[in-house]
């Protein structure tokens, strides 16, 4: 958490803390102070605020998910899909460049301050992403650098150390990654023409609402973080430590449990697997709304609505994920449920592979568009598995759809029908958070009470690269070999995590229980 720095951990979420006569004798000698109840208070309040801020930070990247590419298109016809990738990964190339920076600052000042202009600097992205039509000219590259500084705003939320609350930040950042294109569903009842405010050049609209929306939610988070929010150190028995920023990271308290050291081959893995788990999750995001434009010639508002609707349901059965995998876990082990979560997300992205015979509708040029033929009603009695979508009816519309004849592959890769479609969404929605939580859980023991500055930059480079090269790559080889070589690519990717795990499985135990100090308990 922002609110606990490296070193000692925050004491278990609900519990008392509990002292051994050895350490009672200490408490008696007045070498450690217990955390007191007001000051317990205040430590939860904070570590609620930066659940809202990383909640906050990763609906910023995923609010425009679903609406950039018919954004782009709108705003800039030149521009192809491989394009889109480079817009999406910007967010995290800033991300990546900003977190060291923010991570030195709160070495040595208090982390409120580069939480708060981090905060500042994404609210600024955002409106300036609200202008990007603005422009006569290189309007994508305008959305380009506006994605990258609310990256670069975000880059302060990597600034979270090992406690036991790491499994809910971890929550809280992949619910946030899911329920962002729930919002921006709701706002394409706006329409793409909205409302026009001359004045201010500013249009309100389906496409700029969401981020205008999310700057007033980081106004609300300045302004928390101004009026509640405190940073407070305390270790694993409850003791009040200095805070980070003045007086240094030591507390001056030796930590026998910190002897021995950690393993550093289950950290490599679990950096490897948490890479693949958020690439997987990137691709998946990234190449929702184009997918579904080539396959089921939906129009741009109907690829956001439509996909936004698909989401908002993986939302909640992975908000009900969340709420089971922690309890299940302590009964079966963080290790096997990361096994199972990783086979789940295999399933569902092999099943997104084209199947069948039948290929997408072909648009060729924007002059015979409406001559395109369209699903018919007739075919939605079909047979689960070979169901199409049907969109909705659009004859006067001039806009072009269906799958570019540019698109080489288009003239002969069957159309994934949307049975299979929706299936692979319940199953990486599925997947993903299972994925998310226990790697996180797994790295957290694997650390064990080490001071955690270093590991945790790893993890979070770890996640911006997968962030970077994921929408990269499926955009790229999306549109230049189709969705059958990169599903296919994407789950030789997971097969390659599954081997990793089955290979260092024995390894991914607690720093505890490594050194014999603690019994290993399905972990």
């Known amino acids: 958490m922002a609110a606990a720095g490296s070193g000692p951990e925050v004491a278990a979420e609900g519990q008392e803390p509990l002292l051994s006569a050895g350490e009672a004798d200490e408490e008696e000698s007045g070498r450690d102070v217990v955390e007191t109840q007001e000051h317990y208070k205040s430590r939860w309040r904070s570590i609620w605020i930066m659940y809202l801020t990383m909640f906050l930070s990763s609906v910023g990247f995923s609010i425009v998910i679903m609406s950039v590419w018919p954004y782009l298109q709108k705003i800039d016809p030149t521009a192809d899909a491989s394009f889109l990738g480079w817009i999406i990964a910007s967010y995290s190339i800033g991300q990546m460049v900003a977190s060291p920076l923010f991570g030195l600052w709160s070495n040595y000042r208090p982390r409120r301050e580069p939480l708060v202009i981090s905060t500042a600097i994404s609210v600024a992205a955002n409106c300036l992403y609200a202008y990007v039509h603005v422009p006569h000219s290189h309007n994508g590259y305008y959305m380009l650098a506006a994605r990258a500084l609310v990256g670069f705003g975000a880059g302060a939320t990597s600034l979270t150390e090992r406690t036991s609350t790491m499994a809910n930040t971890s929550a809280c950042q992949a619910v946030g990654f899911i329920l962002g294109p729930v919002f921006q569903t709701c706002f394409t009842l706006i329409g793409e023409e909205g409302i026009t405010w001359k004045l201010v050049q500013l249009q309100l609209n389906m496409y700029t609402a969401p981020v205008l929306f999310a700057a007033l939610l980081g106004v609300i988070n300045i302004i928390l973080f101004f009026s509640i929010f405190r940073e407070h150190r305390v270790d694993d028995m409850g003791r009040q430590c200095k805070s980070v920023g003045f007086e240094g990271e030591e507390s001056g308290v030796p930590d026998e449990d910190a002897e021995g050291n950690i393993d550093h081959v289950a950290v490599v893995a679990i950096n490897f697997l948490f890479f693949v788990i958020l690439f997987v999750f990137a691709v998946f995001e990234t190449i929702a709304t184009p997918l579904t434009m080539d396959m089921y010639s939906w129009t741009r508002k109907e690829a956001v609505f439509y996909n936004g609707i698909i989401l908002s349901v993986v939302g ?12 299940l876990s302590k009964k079966t082990g963080e290790r096997a449920i990361l096994h199972g979560g990783l086979l789940i997300v295999l399933v569902g992205f092999f099943i997104l592979l084209p199947w069948g015979k039948k290929l997408p509708n072909i648009q060729w040029q924007e002059i015979k568009n409406n001559s395109i033929p369209r699903t018919t009603a007739t075919e939605m009695v079909m047979p689960f598995w070979s169901l199409q979508a049907t969109a909705l009816p659009s004859n006067h519309s001039v806009e072009p759809v269906g799958c570019p004849v540019t698109q080489s592959w288009c003239l002969n890769t069957p159309m994934i029908y949307l049975a299979q479609y929706i299936s692979s969404d319940i199953l990486i929605g599925l997947g993903y958070p299972v994925c998310n939580v226990m790697s996180y859980a797994l790295y957290s023991k694997i650390l064990g009470p080490k001071p955690q500055g270093v590991y ?62 603690m019994q290993e308990e399905n972990c």
């Open 316 to 327: 909640i059965e992975s908000v009900i994920v969340f709420m089971v995998v922690k309890m």
């Open 456 to 517: 945790m930059g790893w993890l979070t480079a770890s996640g911006s690269g997968a962030r970077i090269l994921g929408p990269v790559f499926v955009s790229q080889i999306y549109t230049h070999l189709g969705p059958r070589w990169a599903f296919s690519l994407i789950c030789g990717v997971v097969v390659a995590s599954l081997l990793l795990l089955e290979i260092v499985y024995k390894r991914l135990i607690a720093f505890s229980v490594r050194y014999g100090r």
